[in-house]
């Protein structure tokens, strides 16, 4: 560098190509980003809710969809039913092979965020091989993503053991009460539903995503002191962002999530929440444990959103919700039928749901829900021939 009289500097050649050289360094890094910046304006946009043209087509390709919700006797929870630890895919591949001697061809199947979190590539080989098992018996699964009924505080690890003689006295709550009421954590979330979905996208061993079961359920008092106060304000918003992030992860499979409460006579009469479920569904999924004649009016209440319709959980036999009663009512209008539960275990799920306030013996006078004994003898061989004769494995 040489310095002239009057105070200026002169530049040699070499201290100039230095320069110019930092200049350009500068620039590539301000075009990078900027052509980042454009990457991610034009992005792929989440693909749209189907139109019922789309979802009717899928819809025609399809059989009649007939199963059960299934936890495995073994497990008391999605996370017992999950985790590596006690993870059972003999005891799964057996009772598969019960539901389909019926004719079943669908499981709707809990996942948890939980053990995502702990073990996301564990997880993935665990739901590949129950897919594989799946596959075997000739049956696809609907997975729930998230689901606000039961205890609210899940905890990895060993789950206690069930309460005697109560119905699903281990389920729990995903997300649980923690991570739902604290927004700065919902990200992990967006993690769970884009990572599983995105994995599975175009499995066609996958009937379908539904994305969060009875998001608003504050289990009718059982658990009010520790539930979220105004739990469909809390989940509202996180419902929203769940849809998005599954349809930003564009499965080649319907999403849903099954209204279960409310007026649903009219769109005026419509909670915020029955709304945004409905509009964002692909196909319309939804739960009743009424008797024949409030099942047939709810499912055309439905109809007049000409959607495919799913029933995602029915039959409580004390209540009048029973495979004779709704099953032929199901396949005439070729209305998708997965009852709560399969089998007799650790769930318990065949004592009704006033059993964490009554109590009950070994055996109730009926049964509320499941299909199976644990031994896999069907709980009612009357409805065990009516089911395959409907699913059309055996004649009248």
Not at 226 to 245: S, T
Not at 301 to 310: D, E, G, N, T
Request: proline fraction near 6%.
């Amino acid at each position: 560098m040489l310095t002239v009289a009057d105070g200026t500097f002169m530049l040699n050649e070499k201290m100039l190509y230095m320069i110019n050289m930092r200049k350009c360094f500068f620039c590539c890094l301000v075009l990078t980003f900027f052509l980042q910046c454009c990457n991610v304006v034009k992005a792929k946009p989440p693909r749209p809710v189907w139109t019922s043209v789309q979802a009717n087509a899928w819809y025609a390709k399809q059989p009649w969809i007939v199963g059960s919700n299934y936890l495995p006797a073994t497990a008391i929870n999605q996370l017992e039913m999950w985790q590596a630890e006690t993870f059972d895919p003999s005891r799964i591949d057996t009772e598969l092979g019960w539901a389909q001697s019926l004719g079943m061809n669908t499981m709707r199947v809990f996942l948890h965020d939980i053990v995502f979190q702990l073990d996301s590539a564990g997880l993935m080989t665990r739901i590949d091989r129950f897919l594989r098992i799946a596959d075997k018996h000739k049956i696809r699964v609907l997975f729930v993503l998230f689901d606000s009924v039961w205890d609210p505080f899940p905890k990895e690890g060993e789950q206690r053991k069930p309460a005697p003689h109560v119905h699903n006295s281990g389920w729990v709550q995903s997300p649980g009460k923690k991570i739902l009421m604290d927004s700065t954590q919902h990200y992990r979330m967006e993690r769970y539903v884009r990572g599983v979905i995105q994995k599975f996208a175009t499995d066609e061993r996958i009937l379908g995503w539904d994305i969060w079961n009875e998001p608003d359920n504050t289990n009718d008092g059982d658990y009010a002191k520790n539930d979220v106060p105004d739990k469909a304000e809390v989940v509202l918003p996180l419902l929203k962002k769940a849809f998005l992030w599954a349809r930003q992860a564009n499965p080649q499979q319907p999403i849903t999530a099954g209204i279960w409460d409310g007026n649903w006579e009219v769109g005026d009469s419509l909670r915020p929440m029955e709304k945004l479920m409905i509009e964002e569904s692909d196909i319309i999924s939804f739960h009743n444990y009424s008797s024949a004649d409030v099942f047939r009016q709810k499912m055309e209440q439905l109809q007049r959103y000409h959607k495919p319709l799913i029933c995602t959980e029915y039959m409580a036999r004390p209540r009048g919700s029973t495979f004779a009663a709704l099953l032929p009512i199901m396949k005439e209008n070729h209305v998708g039928a997965i009852n709560w539960g399969f089998v007799d275990g650790k769930s318990q799920t065949k004592f009704p749901w006033d059993s964490w306030r009554k109590s009950y013996g070994d055996e109730p006078p009926v049964w509320f829900h499941d299909v199976f004994r644990t031994n896999g003898t069907p709980y009612d061989e009357q409805e065990a021939t009516l089911i395959k004769q409907l699913t059309g494995l055996t004649k009248k």
